[in-house]
């Protein structure tokens, strides 16, 4: 074959990584056949493929350690997203090589753990992971009984830090507590909303919204944007109660909030209910909030009050924008998506008077439909059997 130019090689990979027709684990295919038909497009490849990386094992973890010593380039410093996956009995930092290979990724911004006892995880290991200064931590079905190690693995970050996420995670059981004292001060402290910090938590049962709420209280480090998810699986309906509704969310100072509605039509009640329940949460905002753009993140919620929550957020006079995202679910047709969407934007007249409201469809591509997977699928992801 001849050789092409430099450019085009760059420019054929980077419109094949930057592919957004394309799933993930088909762009990380793709990367990879560009890379076996001609070694000319290995380096541009290489950076991509790389770049995020999921762990899962301690046999996994050995298996990369090896490849990345044997191999003459420098692997690991390509690494900028990690996501490990302790789900199994093999855990990843059973191996005596994870702290060596958490240390070589050098230019490491991204991490995300999940089912993690981190009381549990080697002091060698934490220690690793602490050495990082981290643009991004995400918790996944984590378990901490000792929020001072918690507390003292975010702080390590705290010059950094602009996204922290916690889903299905407990904190000292889930106790308001560990949001307060020094520690937690200067660990939280990154998300103070003159840094721009984000505070990402699934709201999976009643217990976690005075945790969320005891966040927000604090005037030292209140975020600047709050993401909050319902999860399909979410015992969120622990909240449909009679005294459900006596457990509203005041936002405070946050600026931005966005809701992620994983909805399925065999769970409408709940979702309805968790929909009037946000709706009461805009009602509470007083005057002088600093409340600027609101997302709901959504699918088939079409029948849904939207015109009451057009009404609460109309009332919020510092709201600046207000978008609706409608994602294309499994068994739905475009023709179906585009008829929600008209329907939405019929019930948001006051929003759309102020010409703050944005109602989009959202393809099955999206990276938010892939919820809970951090970076592109690579070689050693979680698809071992």
């Known amino acids: ?34 890379s076996l038909a001609n070694r000319s497009f290995v380096p541009r490849a290489r ?20 490849i990345c010593q044997s191999c003459p380039v420098d692997i690991p410093s390509l690494v ?34 999940r089912c993690f006892e981190w009381d549990d995880v080697k002091d060698t290991a934490r220690q690793a992971l602490a050495s990082h200064a981290f643009h991004s931590i995400s918790f996944d079905v984590c378990q901490f009984a000792n929020s001072a190690l918690l507390c003292s693995f975010i702080s390590g970050s705290a010059g950094t830090l602009r996204h922290l996420s916690f889903a299905r995670c407990d904190v000292d059981g889930s106790s308001p507590t560990f949001c307060w004292g020094e520690a937690c001060d200067r660990a939280f402290d990154c998300l103070r909303a003159g840094k721009g910090g984000v505070l990402d938590i699934c709201i999976d049962t009643r217990e976690d919204i005075p945790c969320v709420q005891a966040f927000l209280d604090r005037t030292t480090v209140p975020p600047n944007e709050l993401k909050i998810s319902h999860l399909r699986r979410s015992r969120f309906t622990n909240l449909l109660g009679s005294d459900w509704i006596a457990l509203p969310l005041r936002l405070g100072s946050v600026r931005s909030v966005t809701i992620v509605m994983d909805d399925c039509p065999d769970r409408h009640q709940a979702n309805f209910l968790v929909f009037f329940w946000w709706i009461s949460n805009f009602r509470l905002c007083r005057p002088g909030c600093g409340l600027e753009r609101v997302k709901f ?31 294309l679910l499994d068994g739905q047709h475009v023709d179906e998506l585009i008829a929600v969407k008209v329907e939405i934007q019929h019930q948001l007249p006051r929003l759309i008077m102020r010409n703050v409201a944005q109602v989009r469809l959202c393809e099955p591509s999206s990276p938010m439909v892939l919820r809970g997977v951090h970076g592109v699928l690579g070689p050693f992801s979680s698809s071992e059997q």
């Open 297 to 327: 993140s959504v699918g088939r919620l079409a029948v849904h009050p939207w015109k009451d929550l057009d009404d609460s957020l109309a009332a919020v006079k510092s709201l600046r924008f207000f978008e609706v995202e409608v994602v």
């Open 47 to 66: 950076k991509y493929l790389f770049r995020s990386l999921i762990l899962t094992t301690g046999k996994r973890c050995h298996e990369f350690y090896g």
């Open 80 to 113: 900028e997203s990690l996501c490990i996956d302790n789900e199994r009995l093999d855990s990843v930092d059973s191996d005596d090589t994870f702290p060596h290979l958490i240390s070589s990724f050098v230019n490491m911004k991204s991490i995300h753990l």
């Open 1 to 34: 074959m001849a050789t092409l130019p430099p450019e085009l090689i760059d420019a054929i990979v980077d419109e094949t990584q930057n592919d957004e027709t394309a799933k993930p684990w088909e762009r990380w295919r793709s990367l990879l056949a560009c």
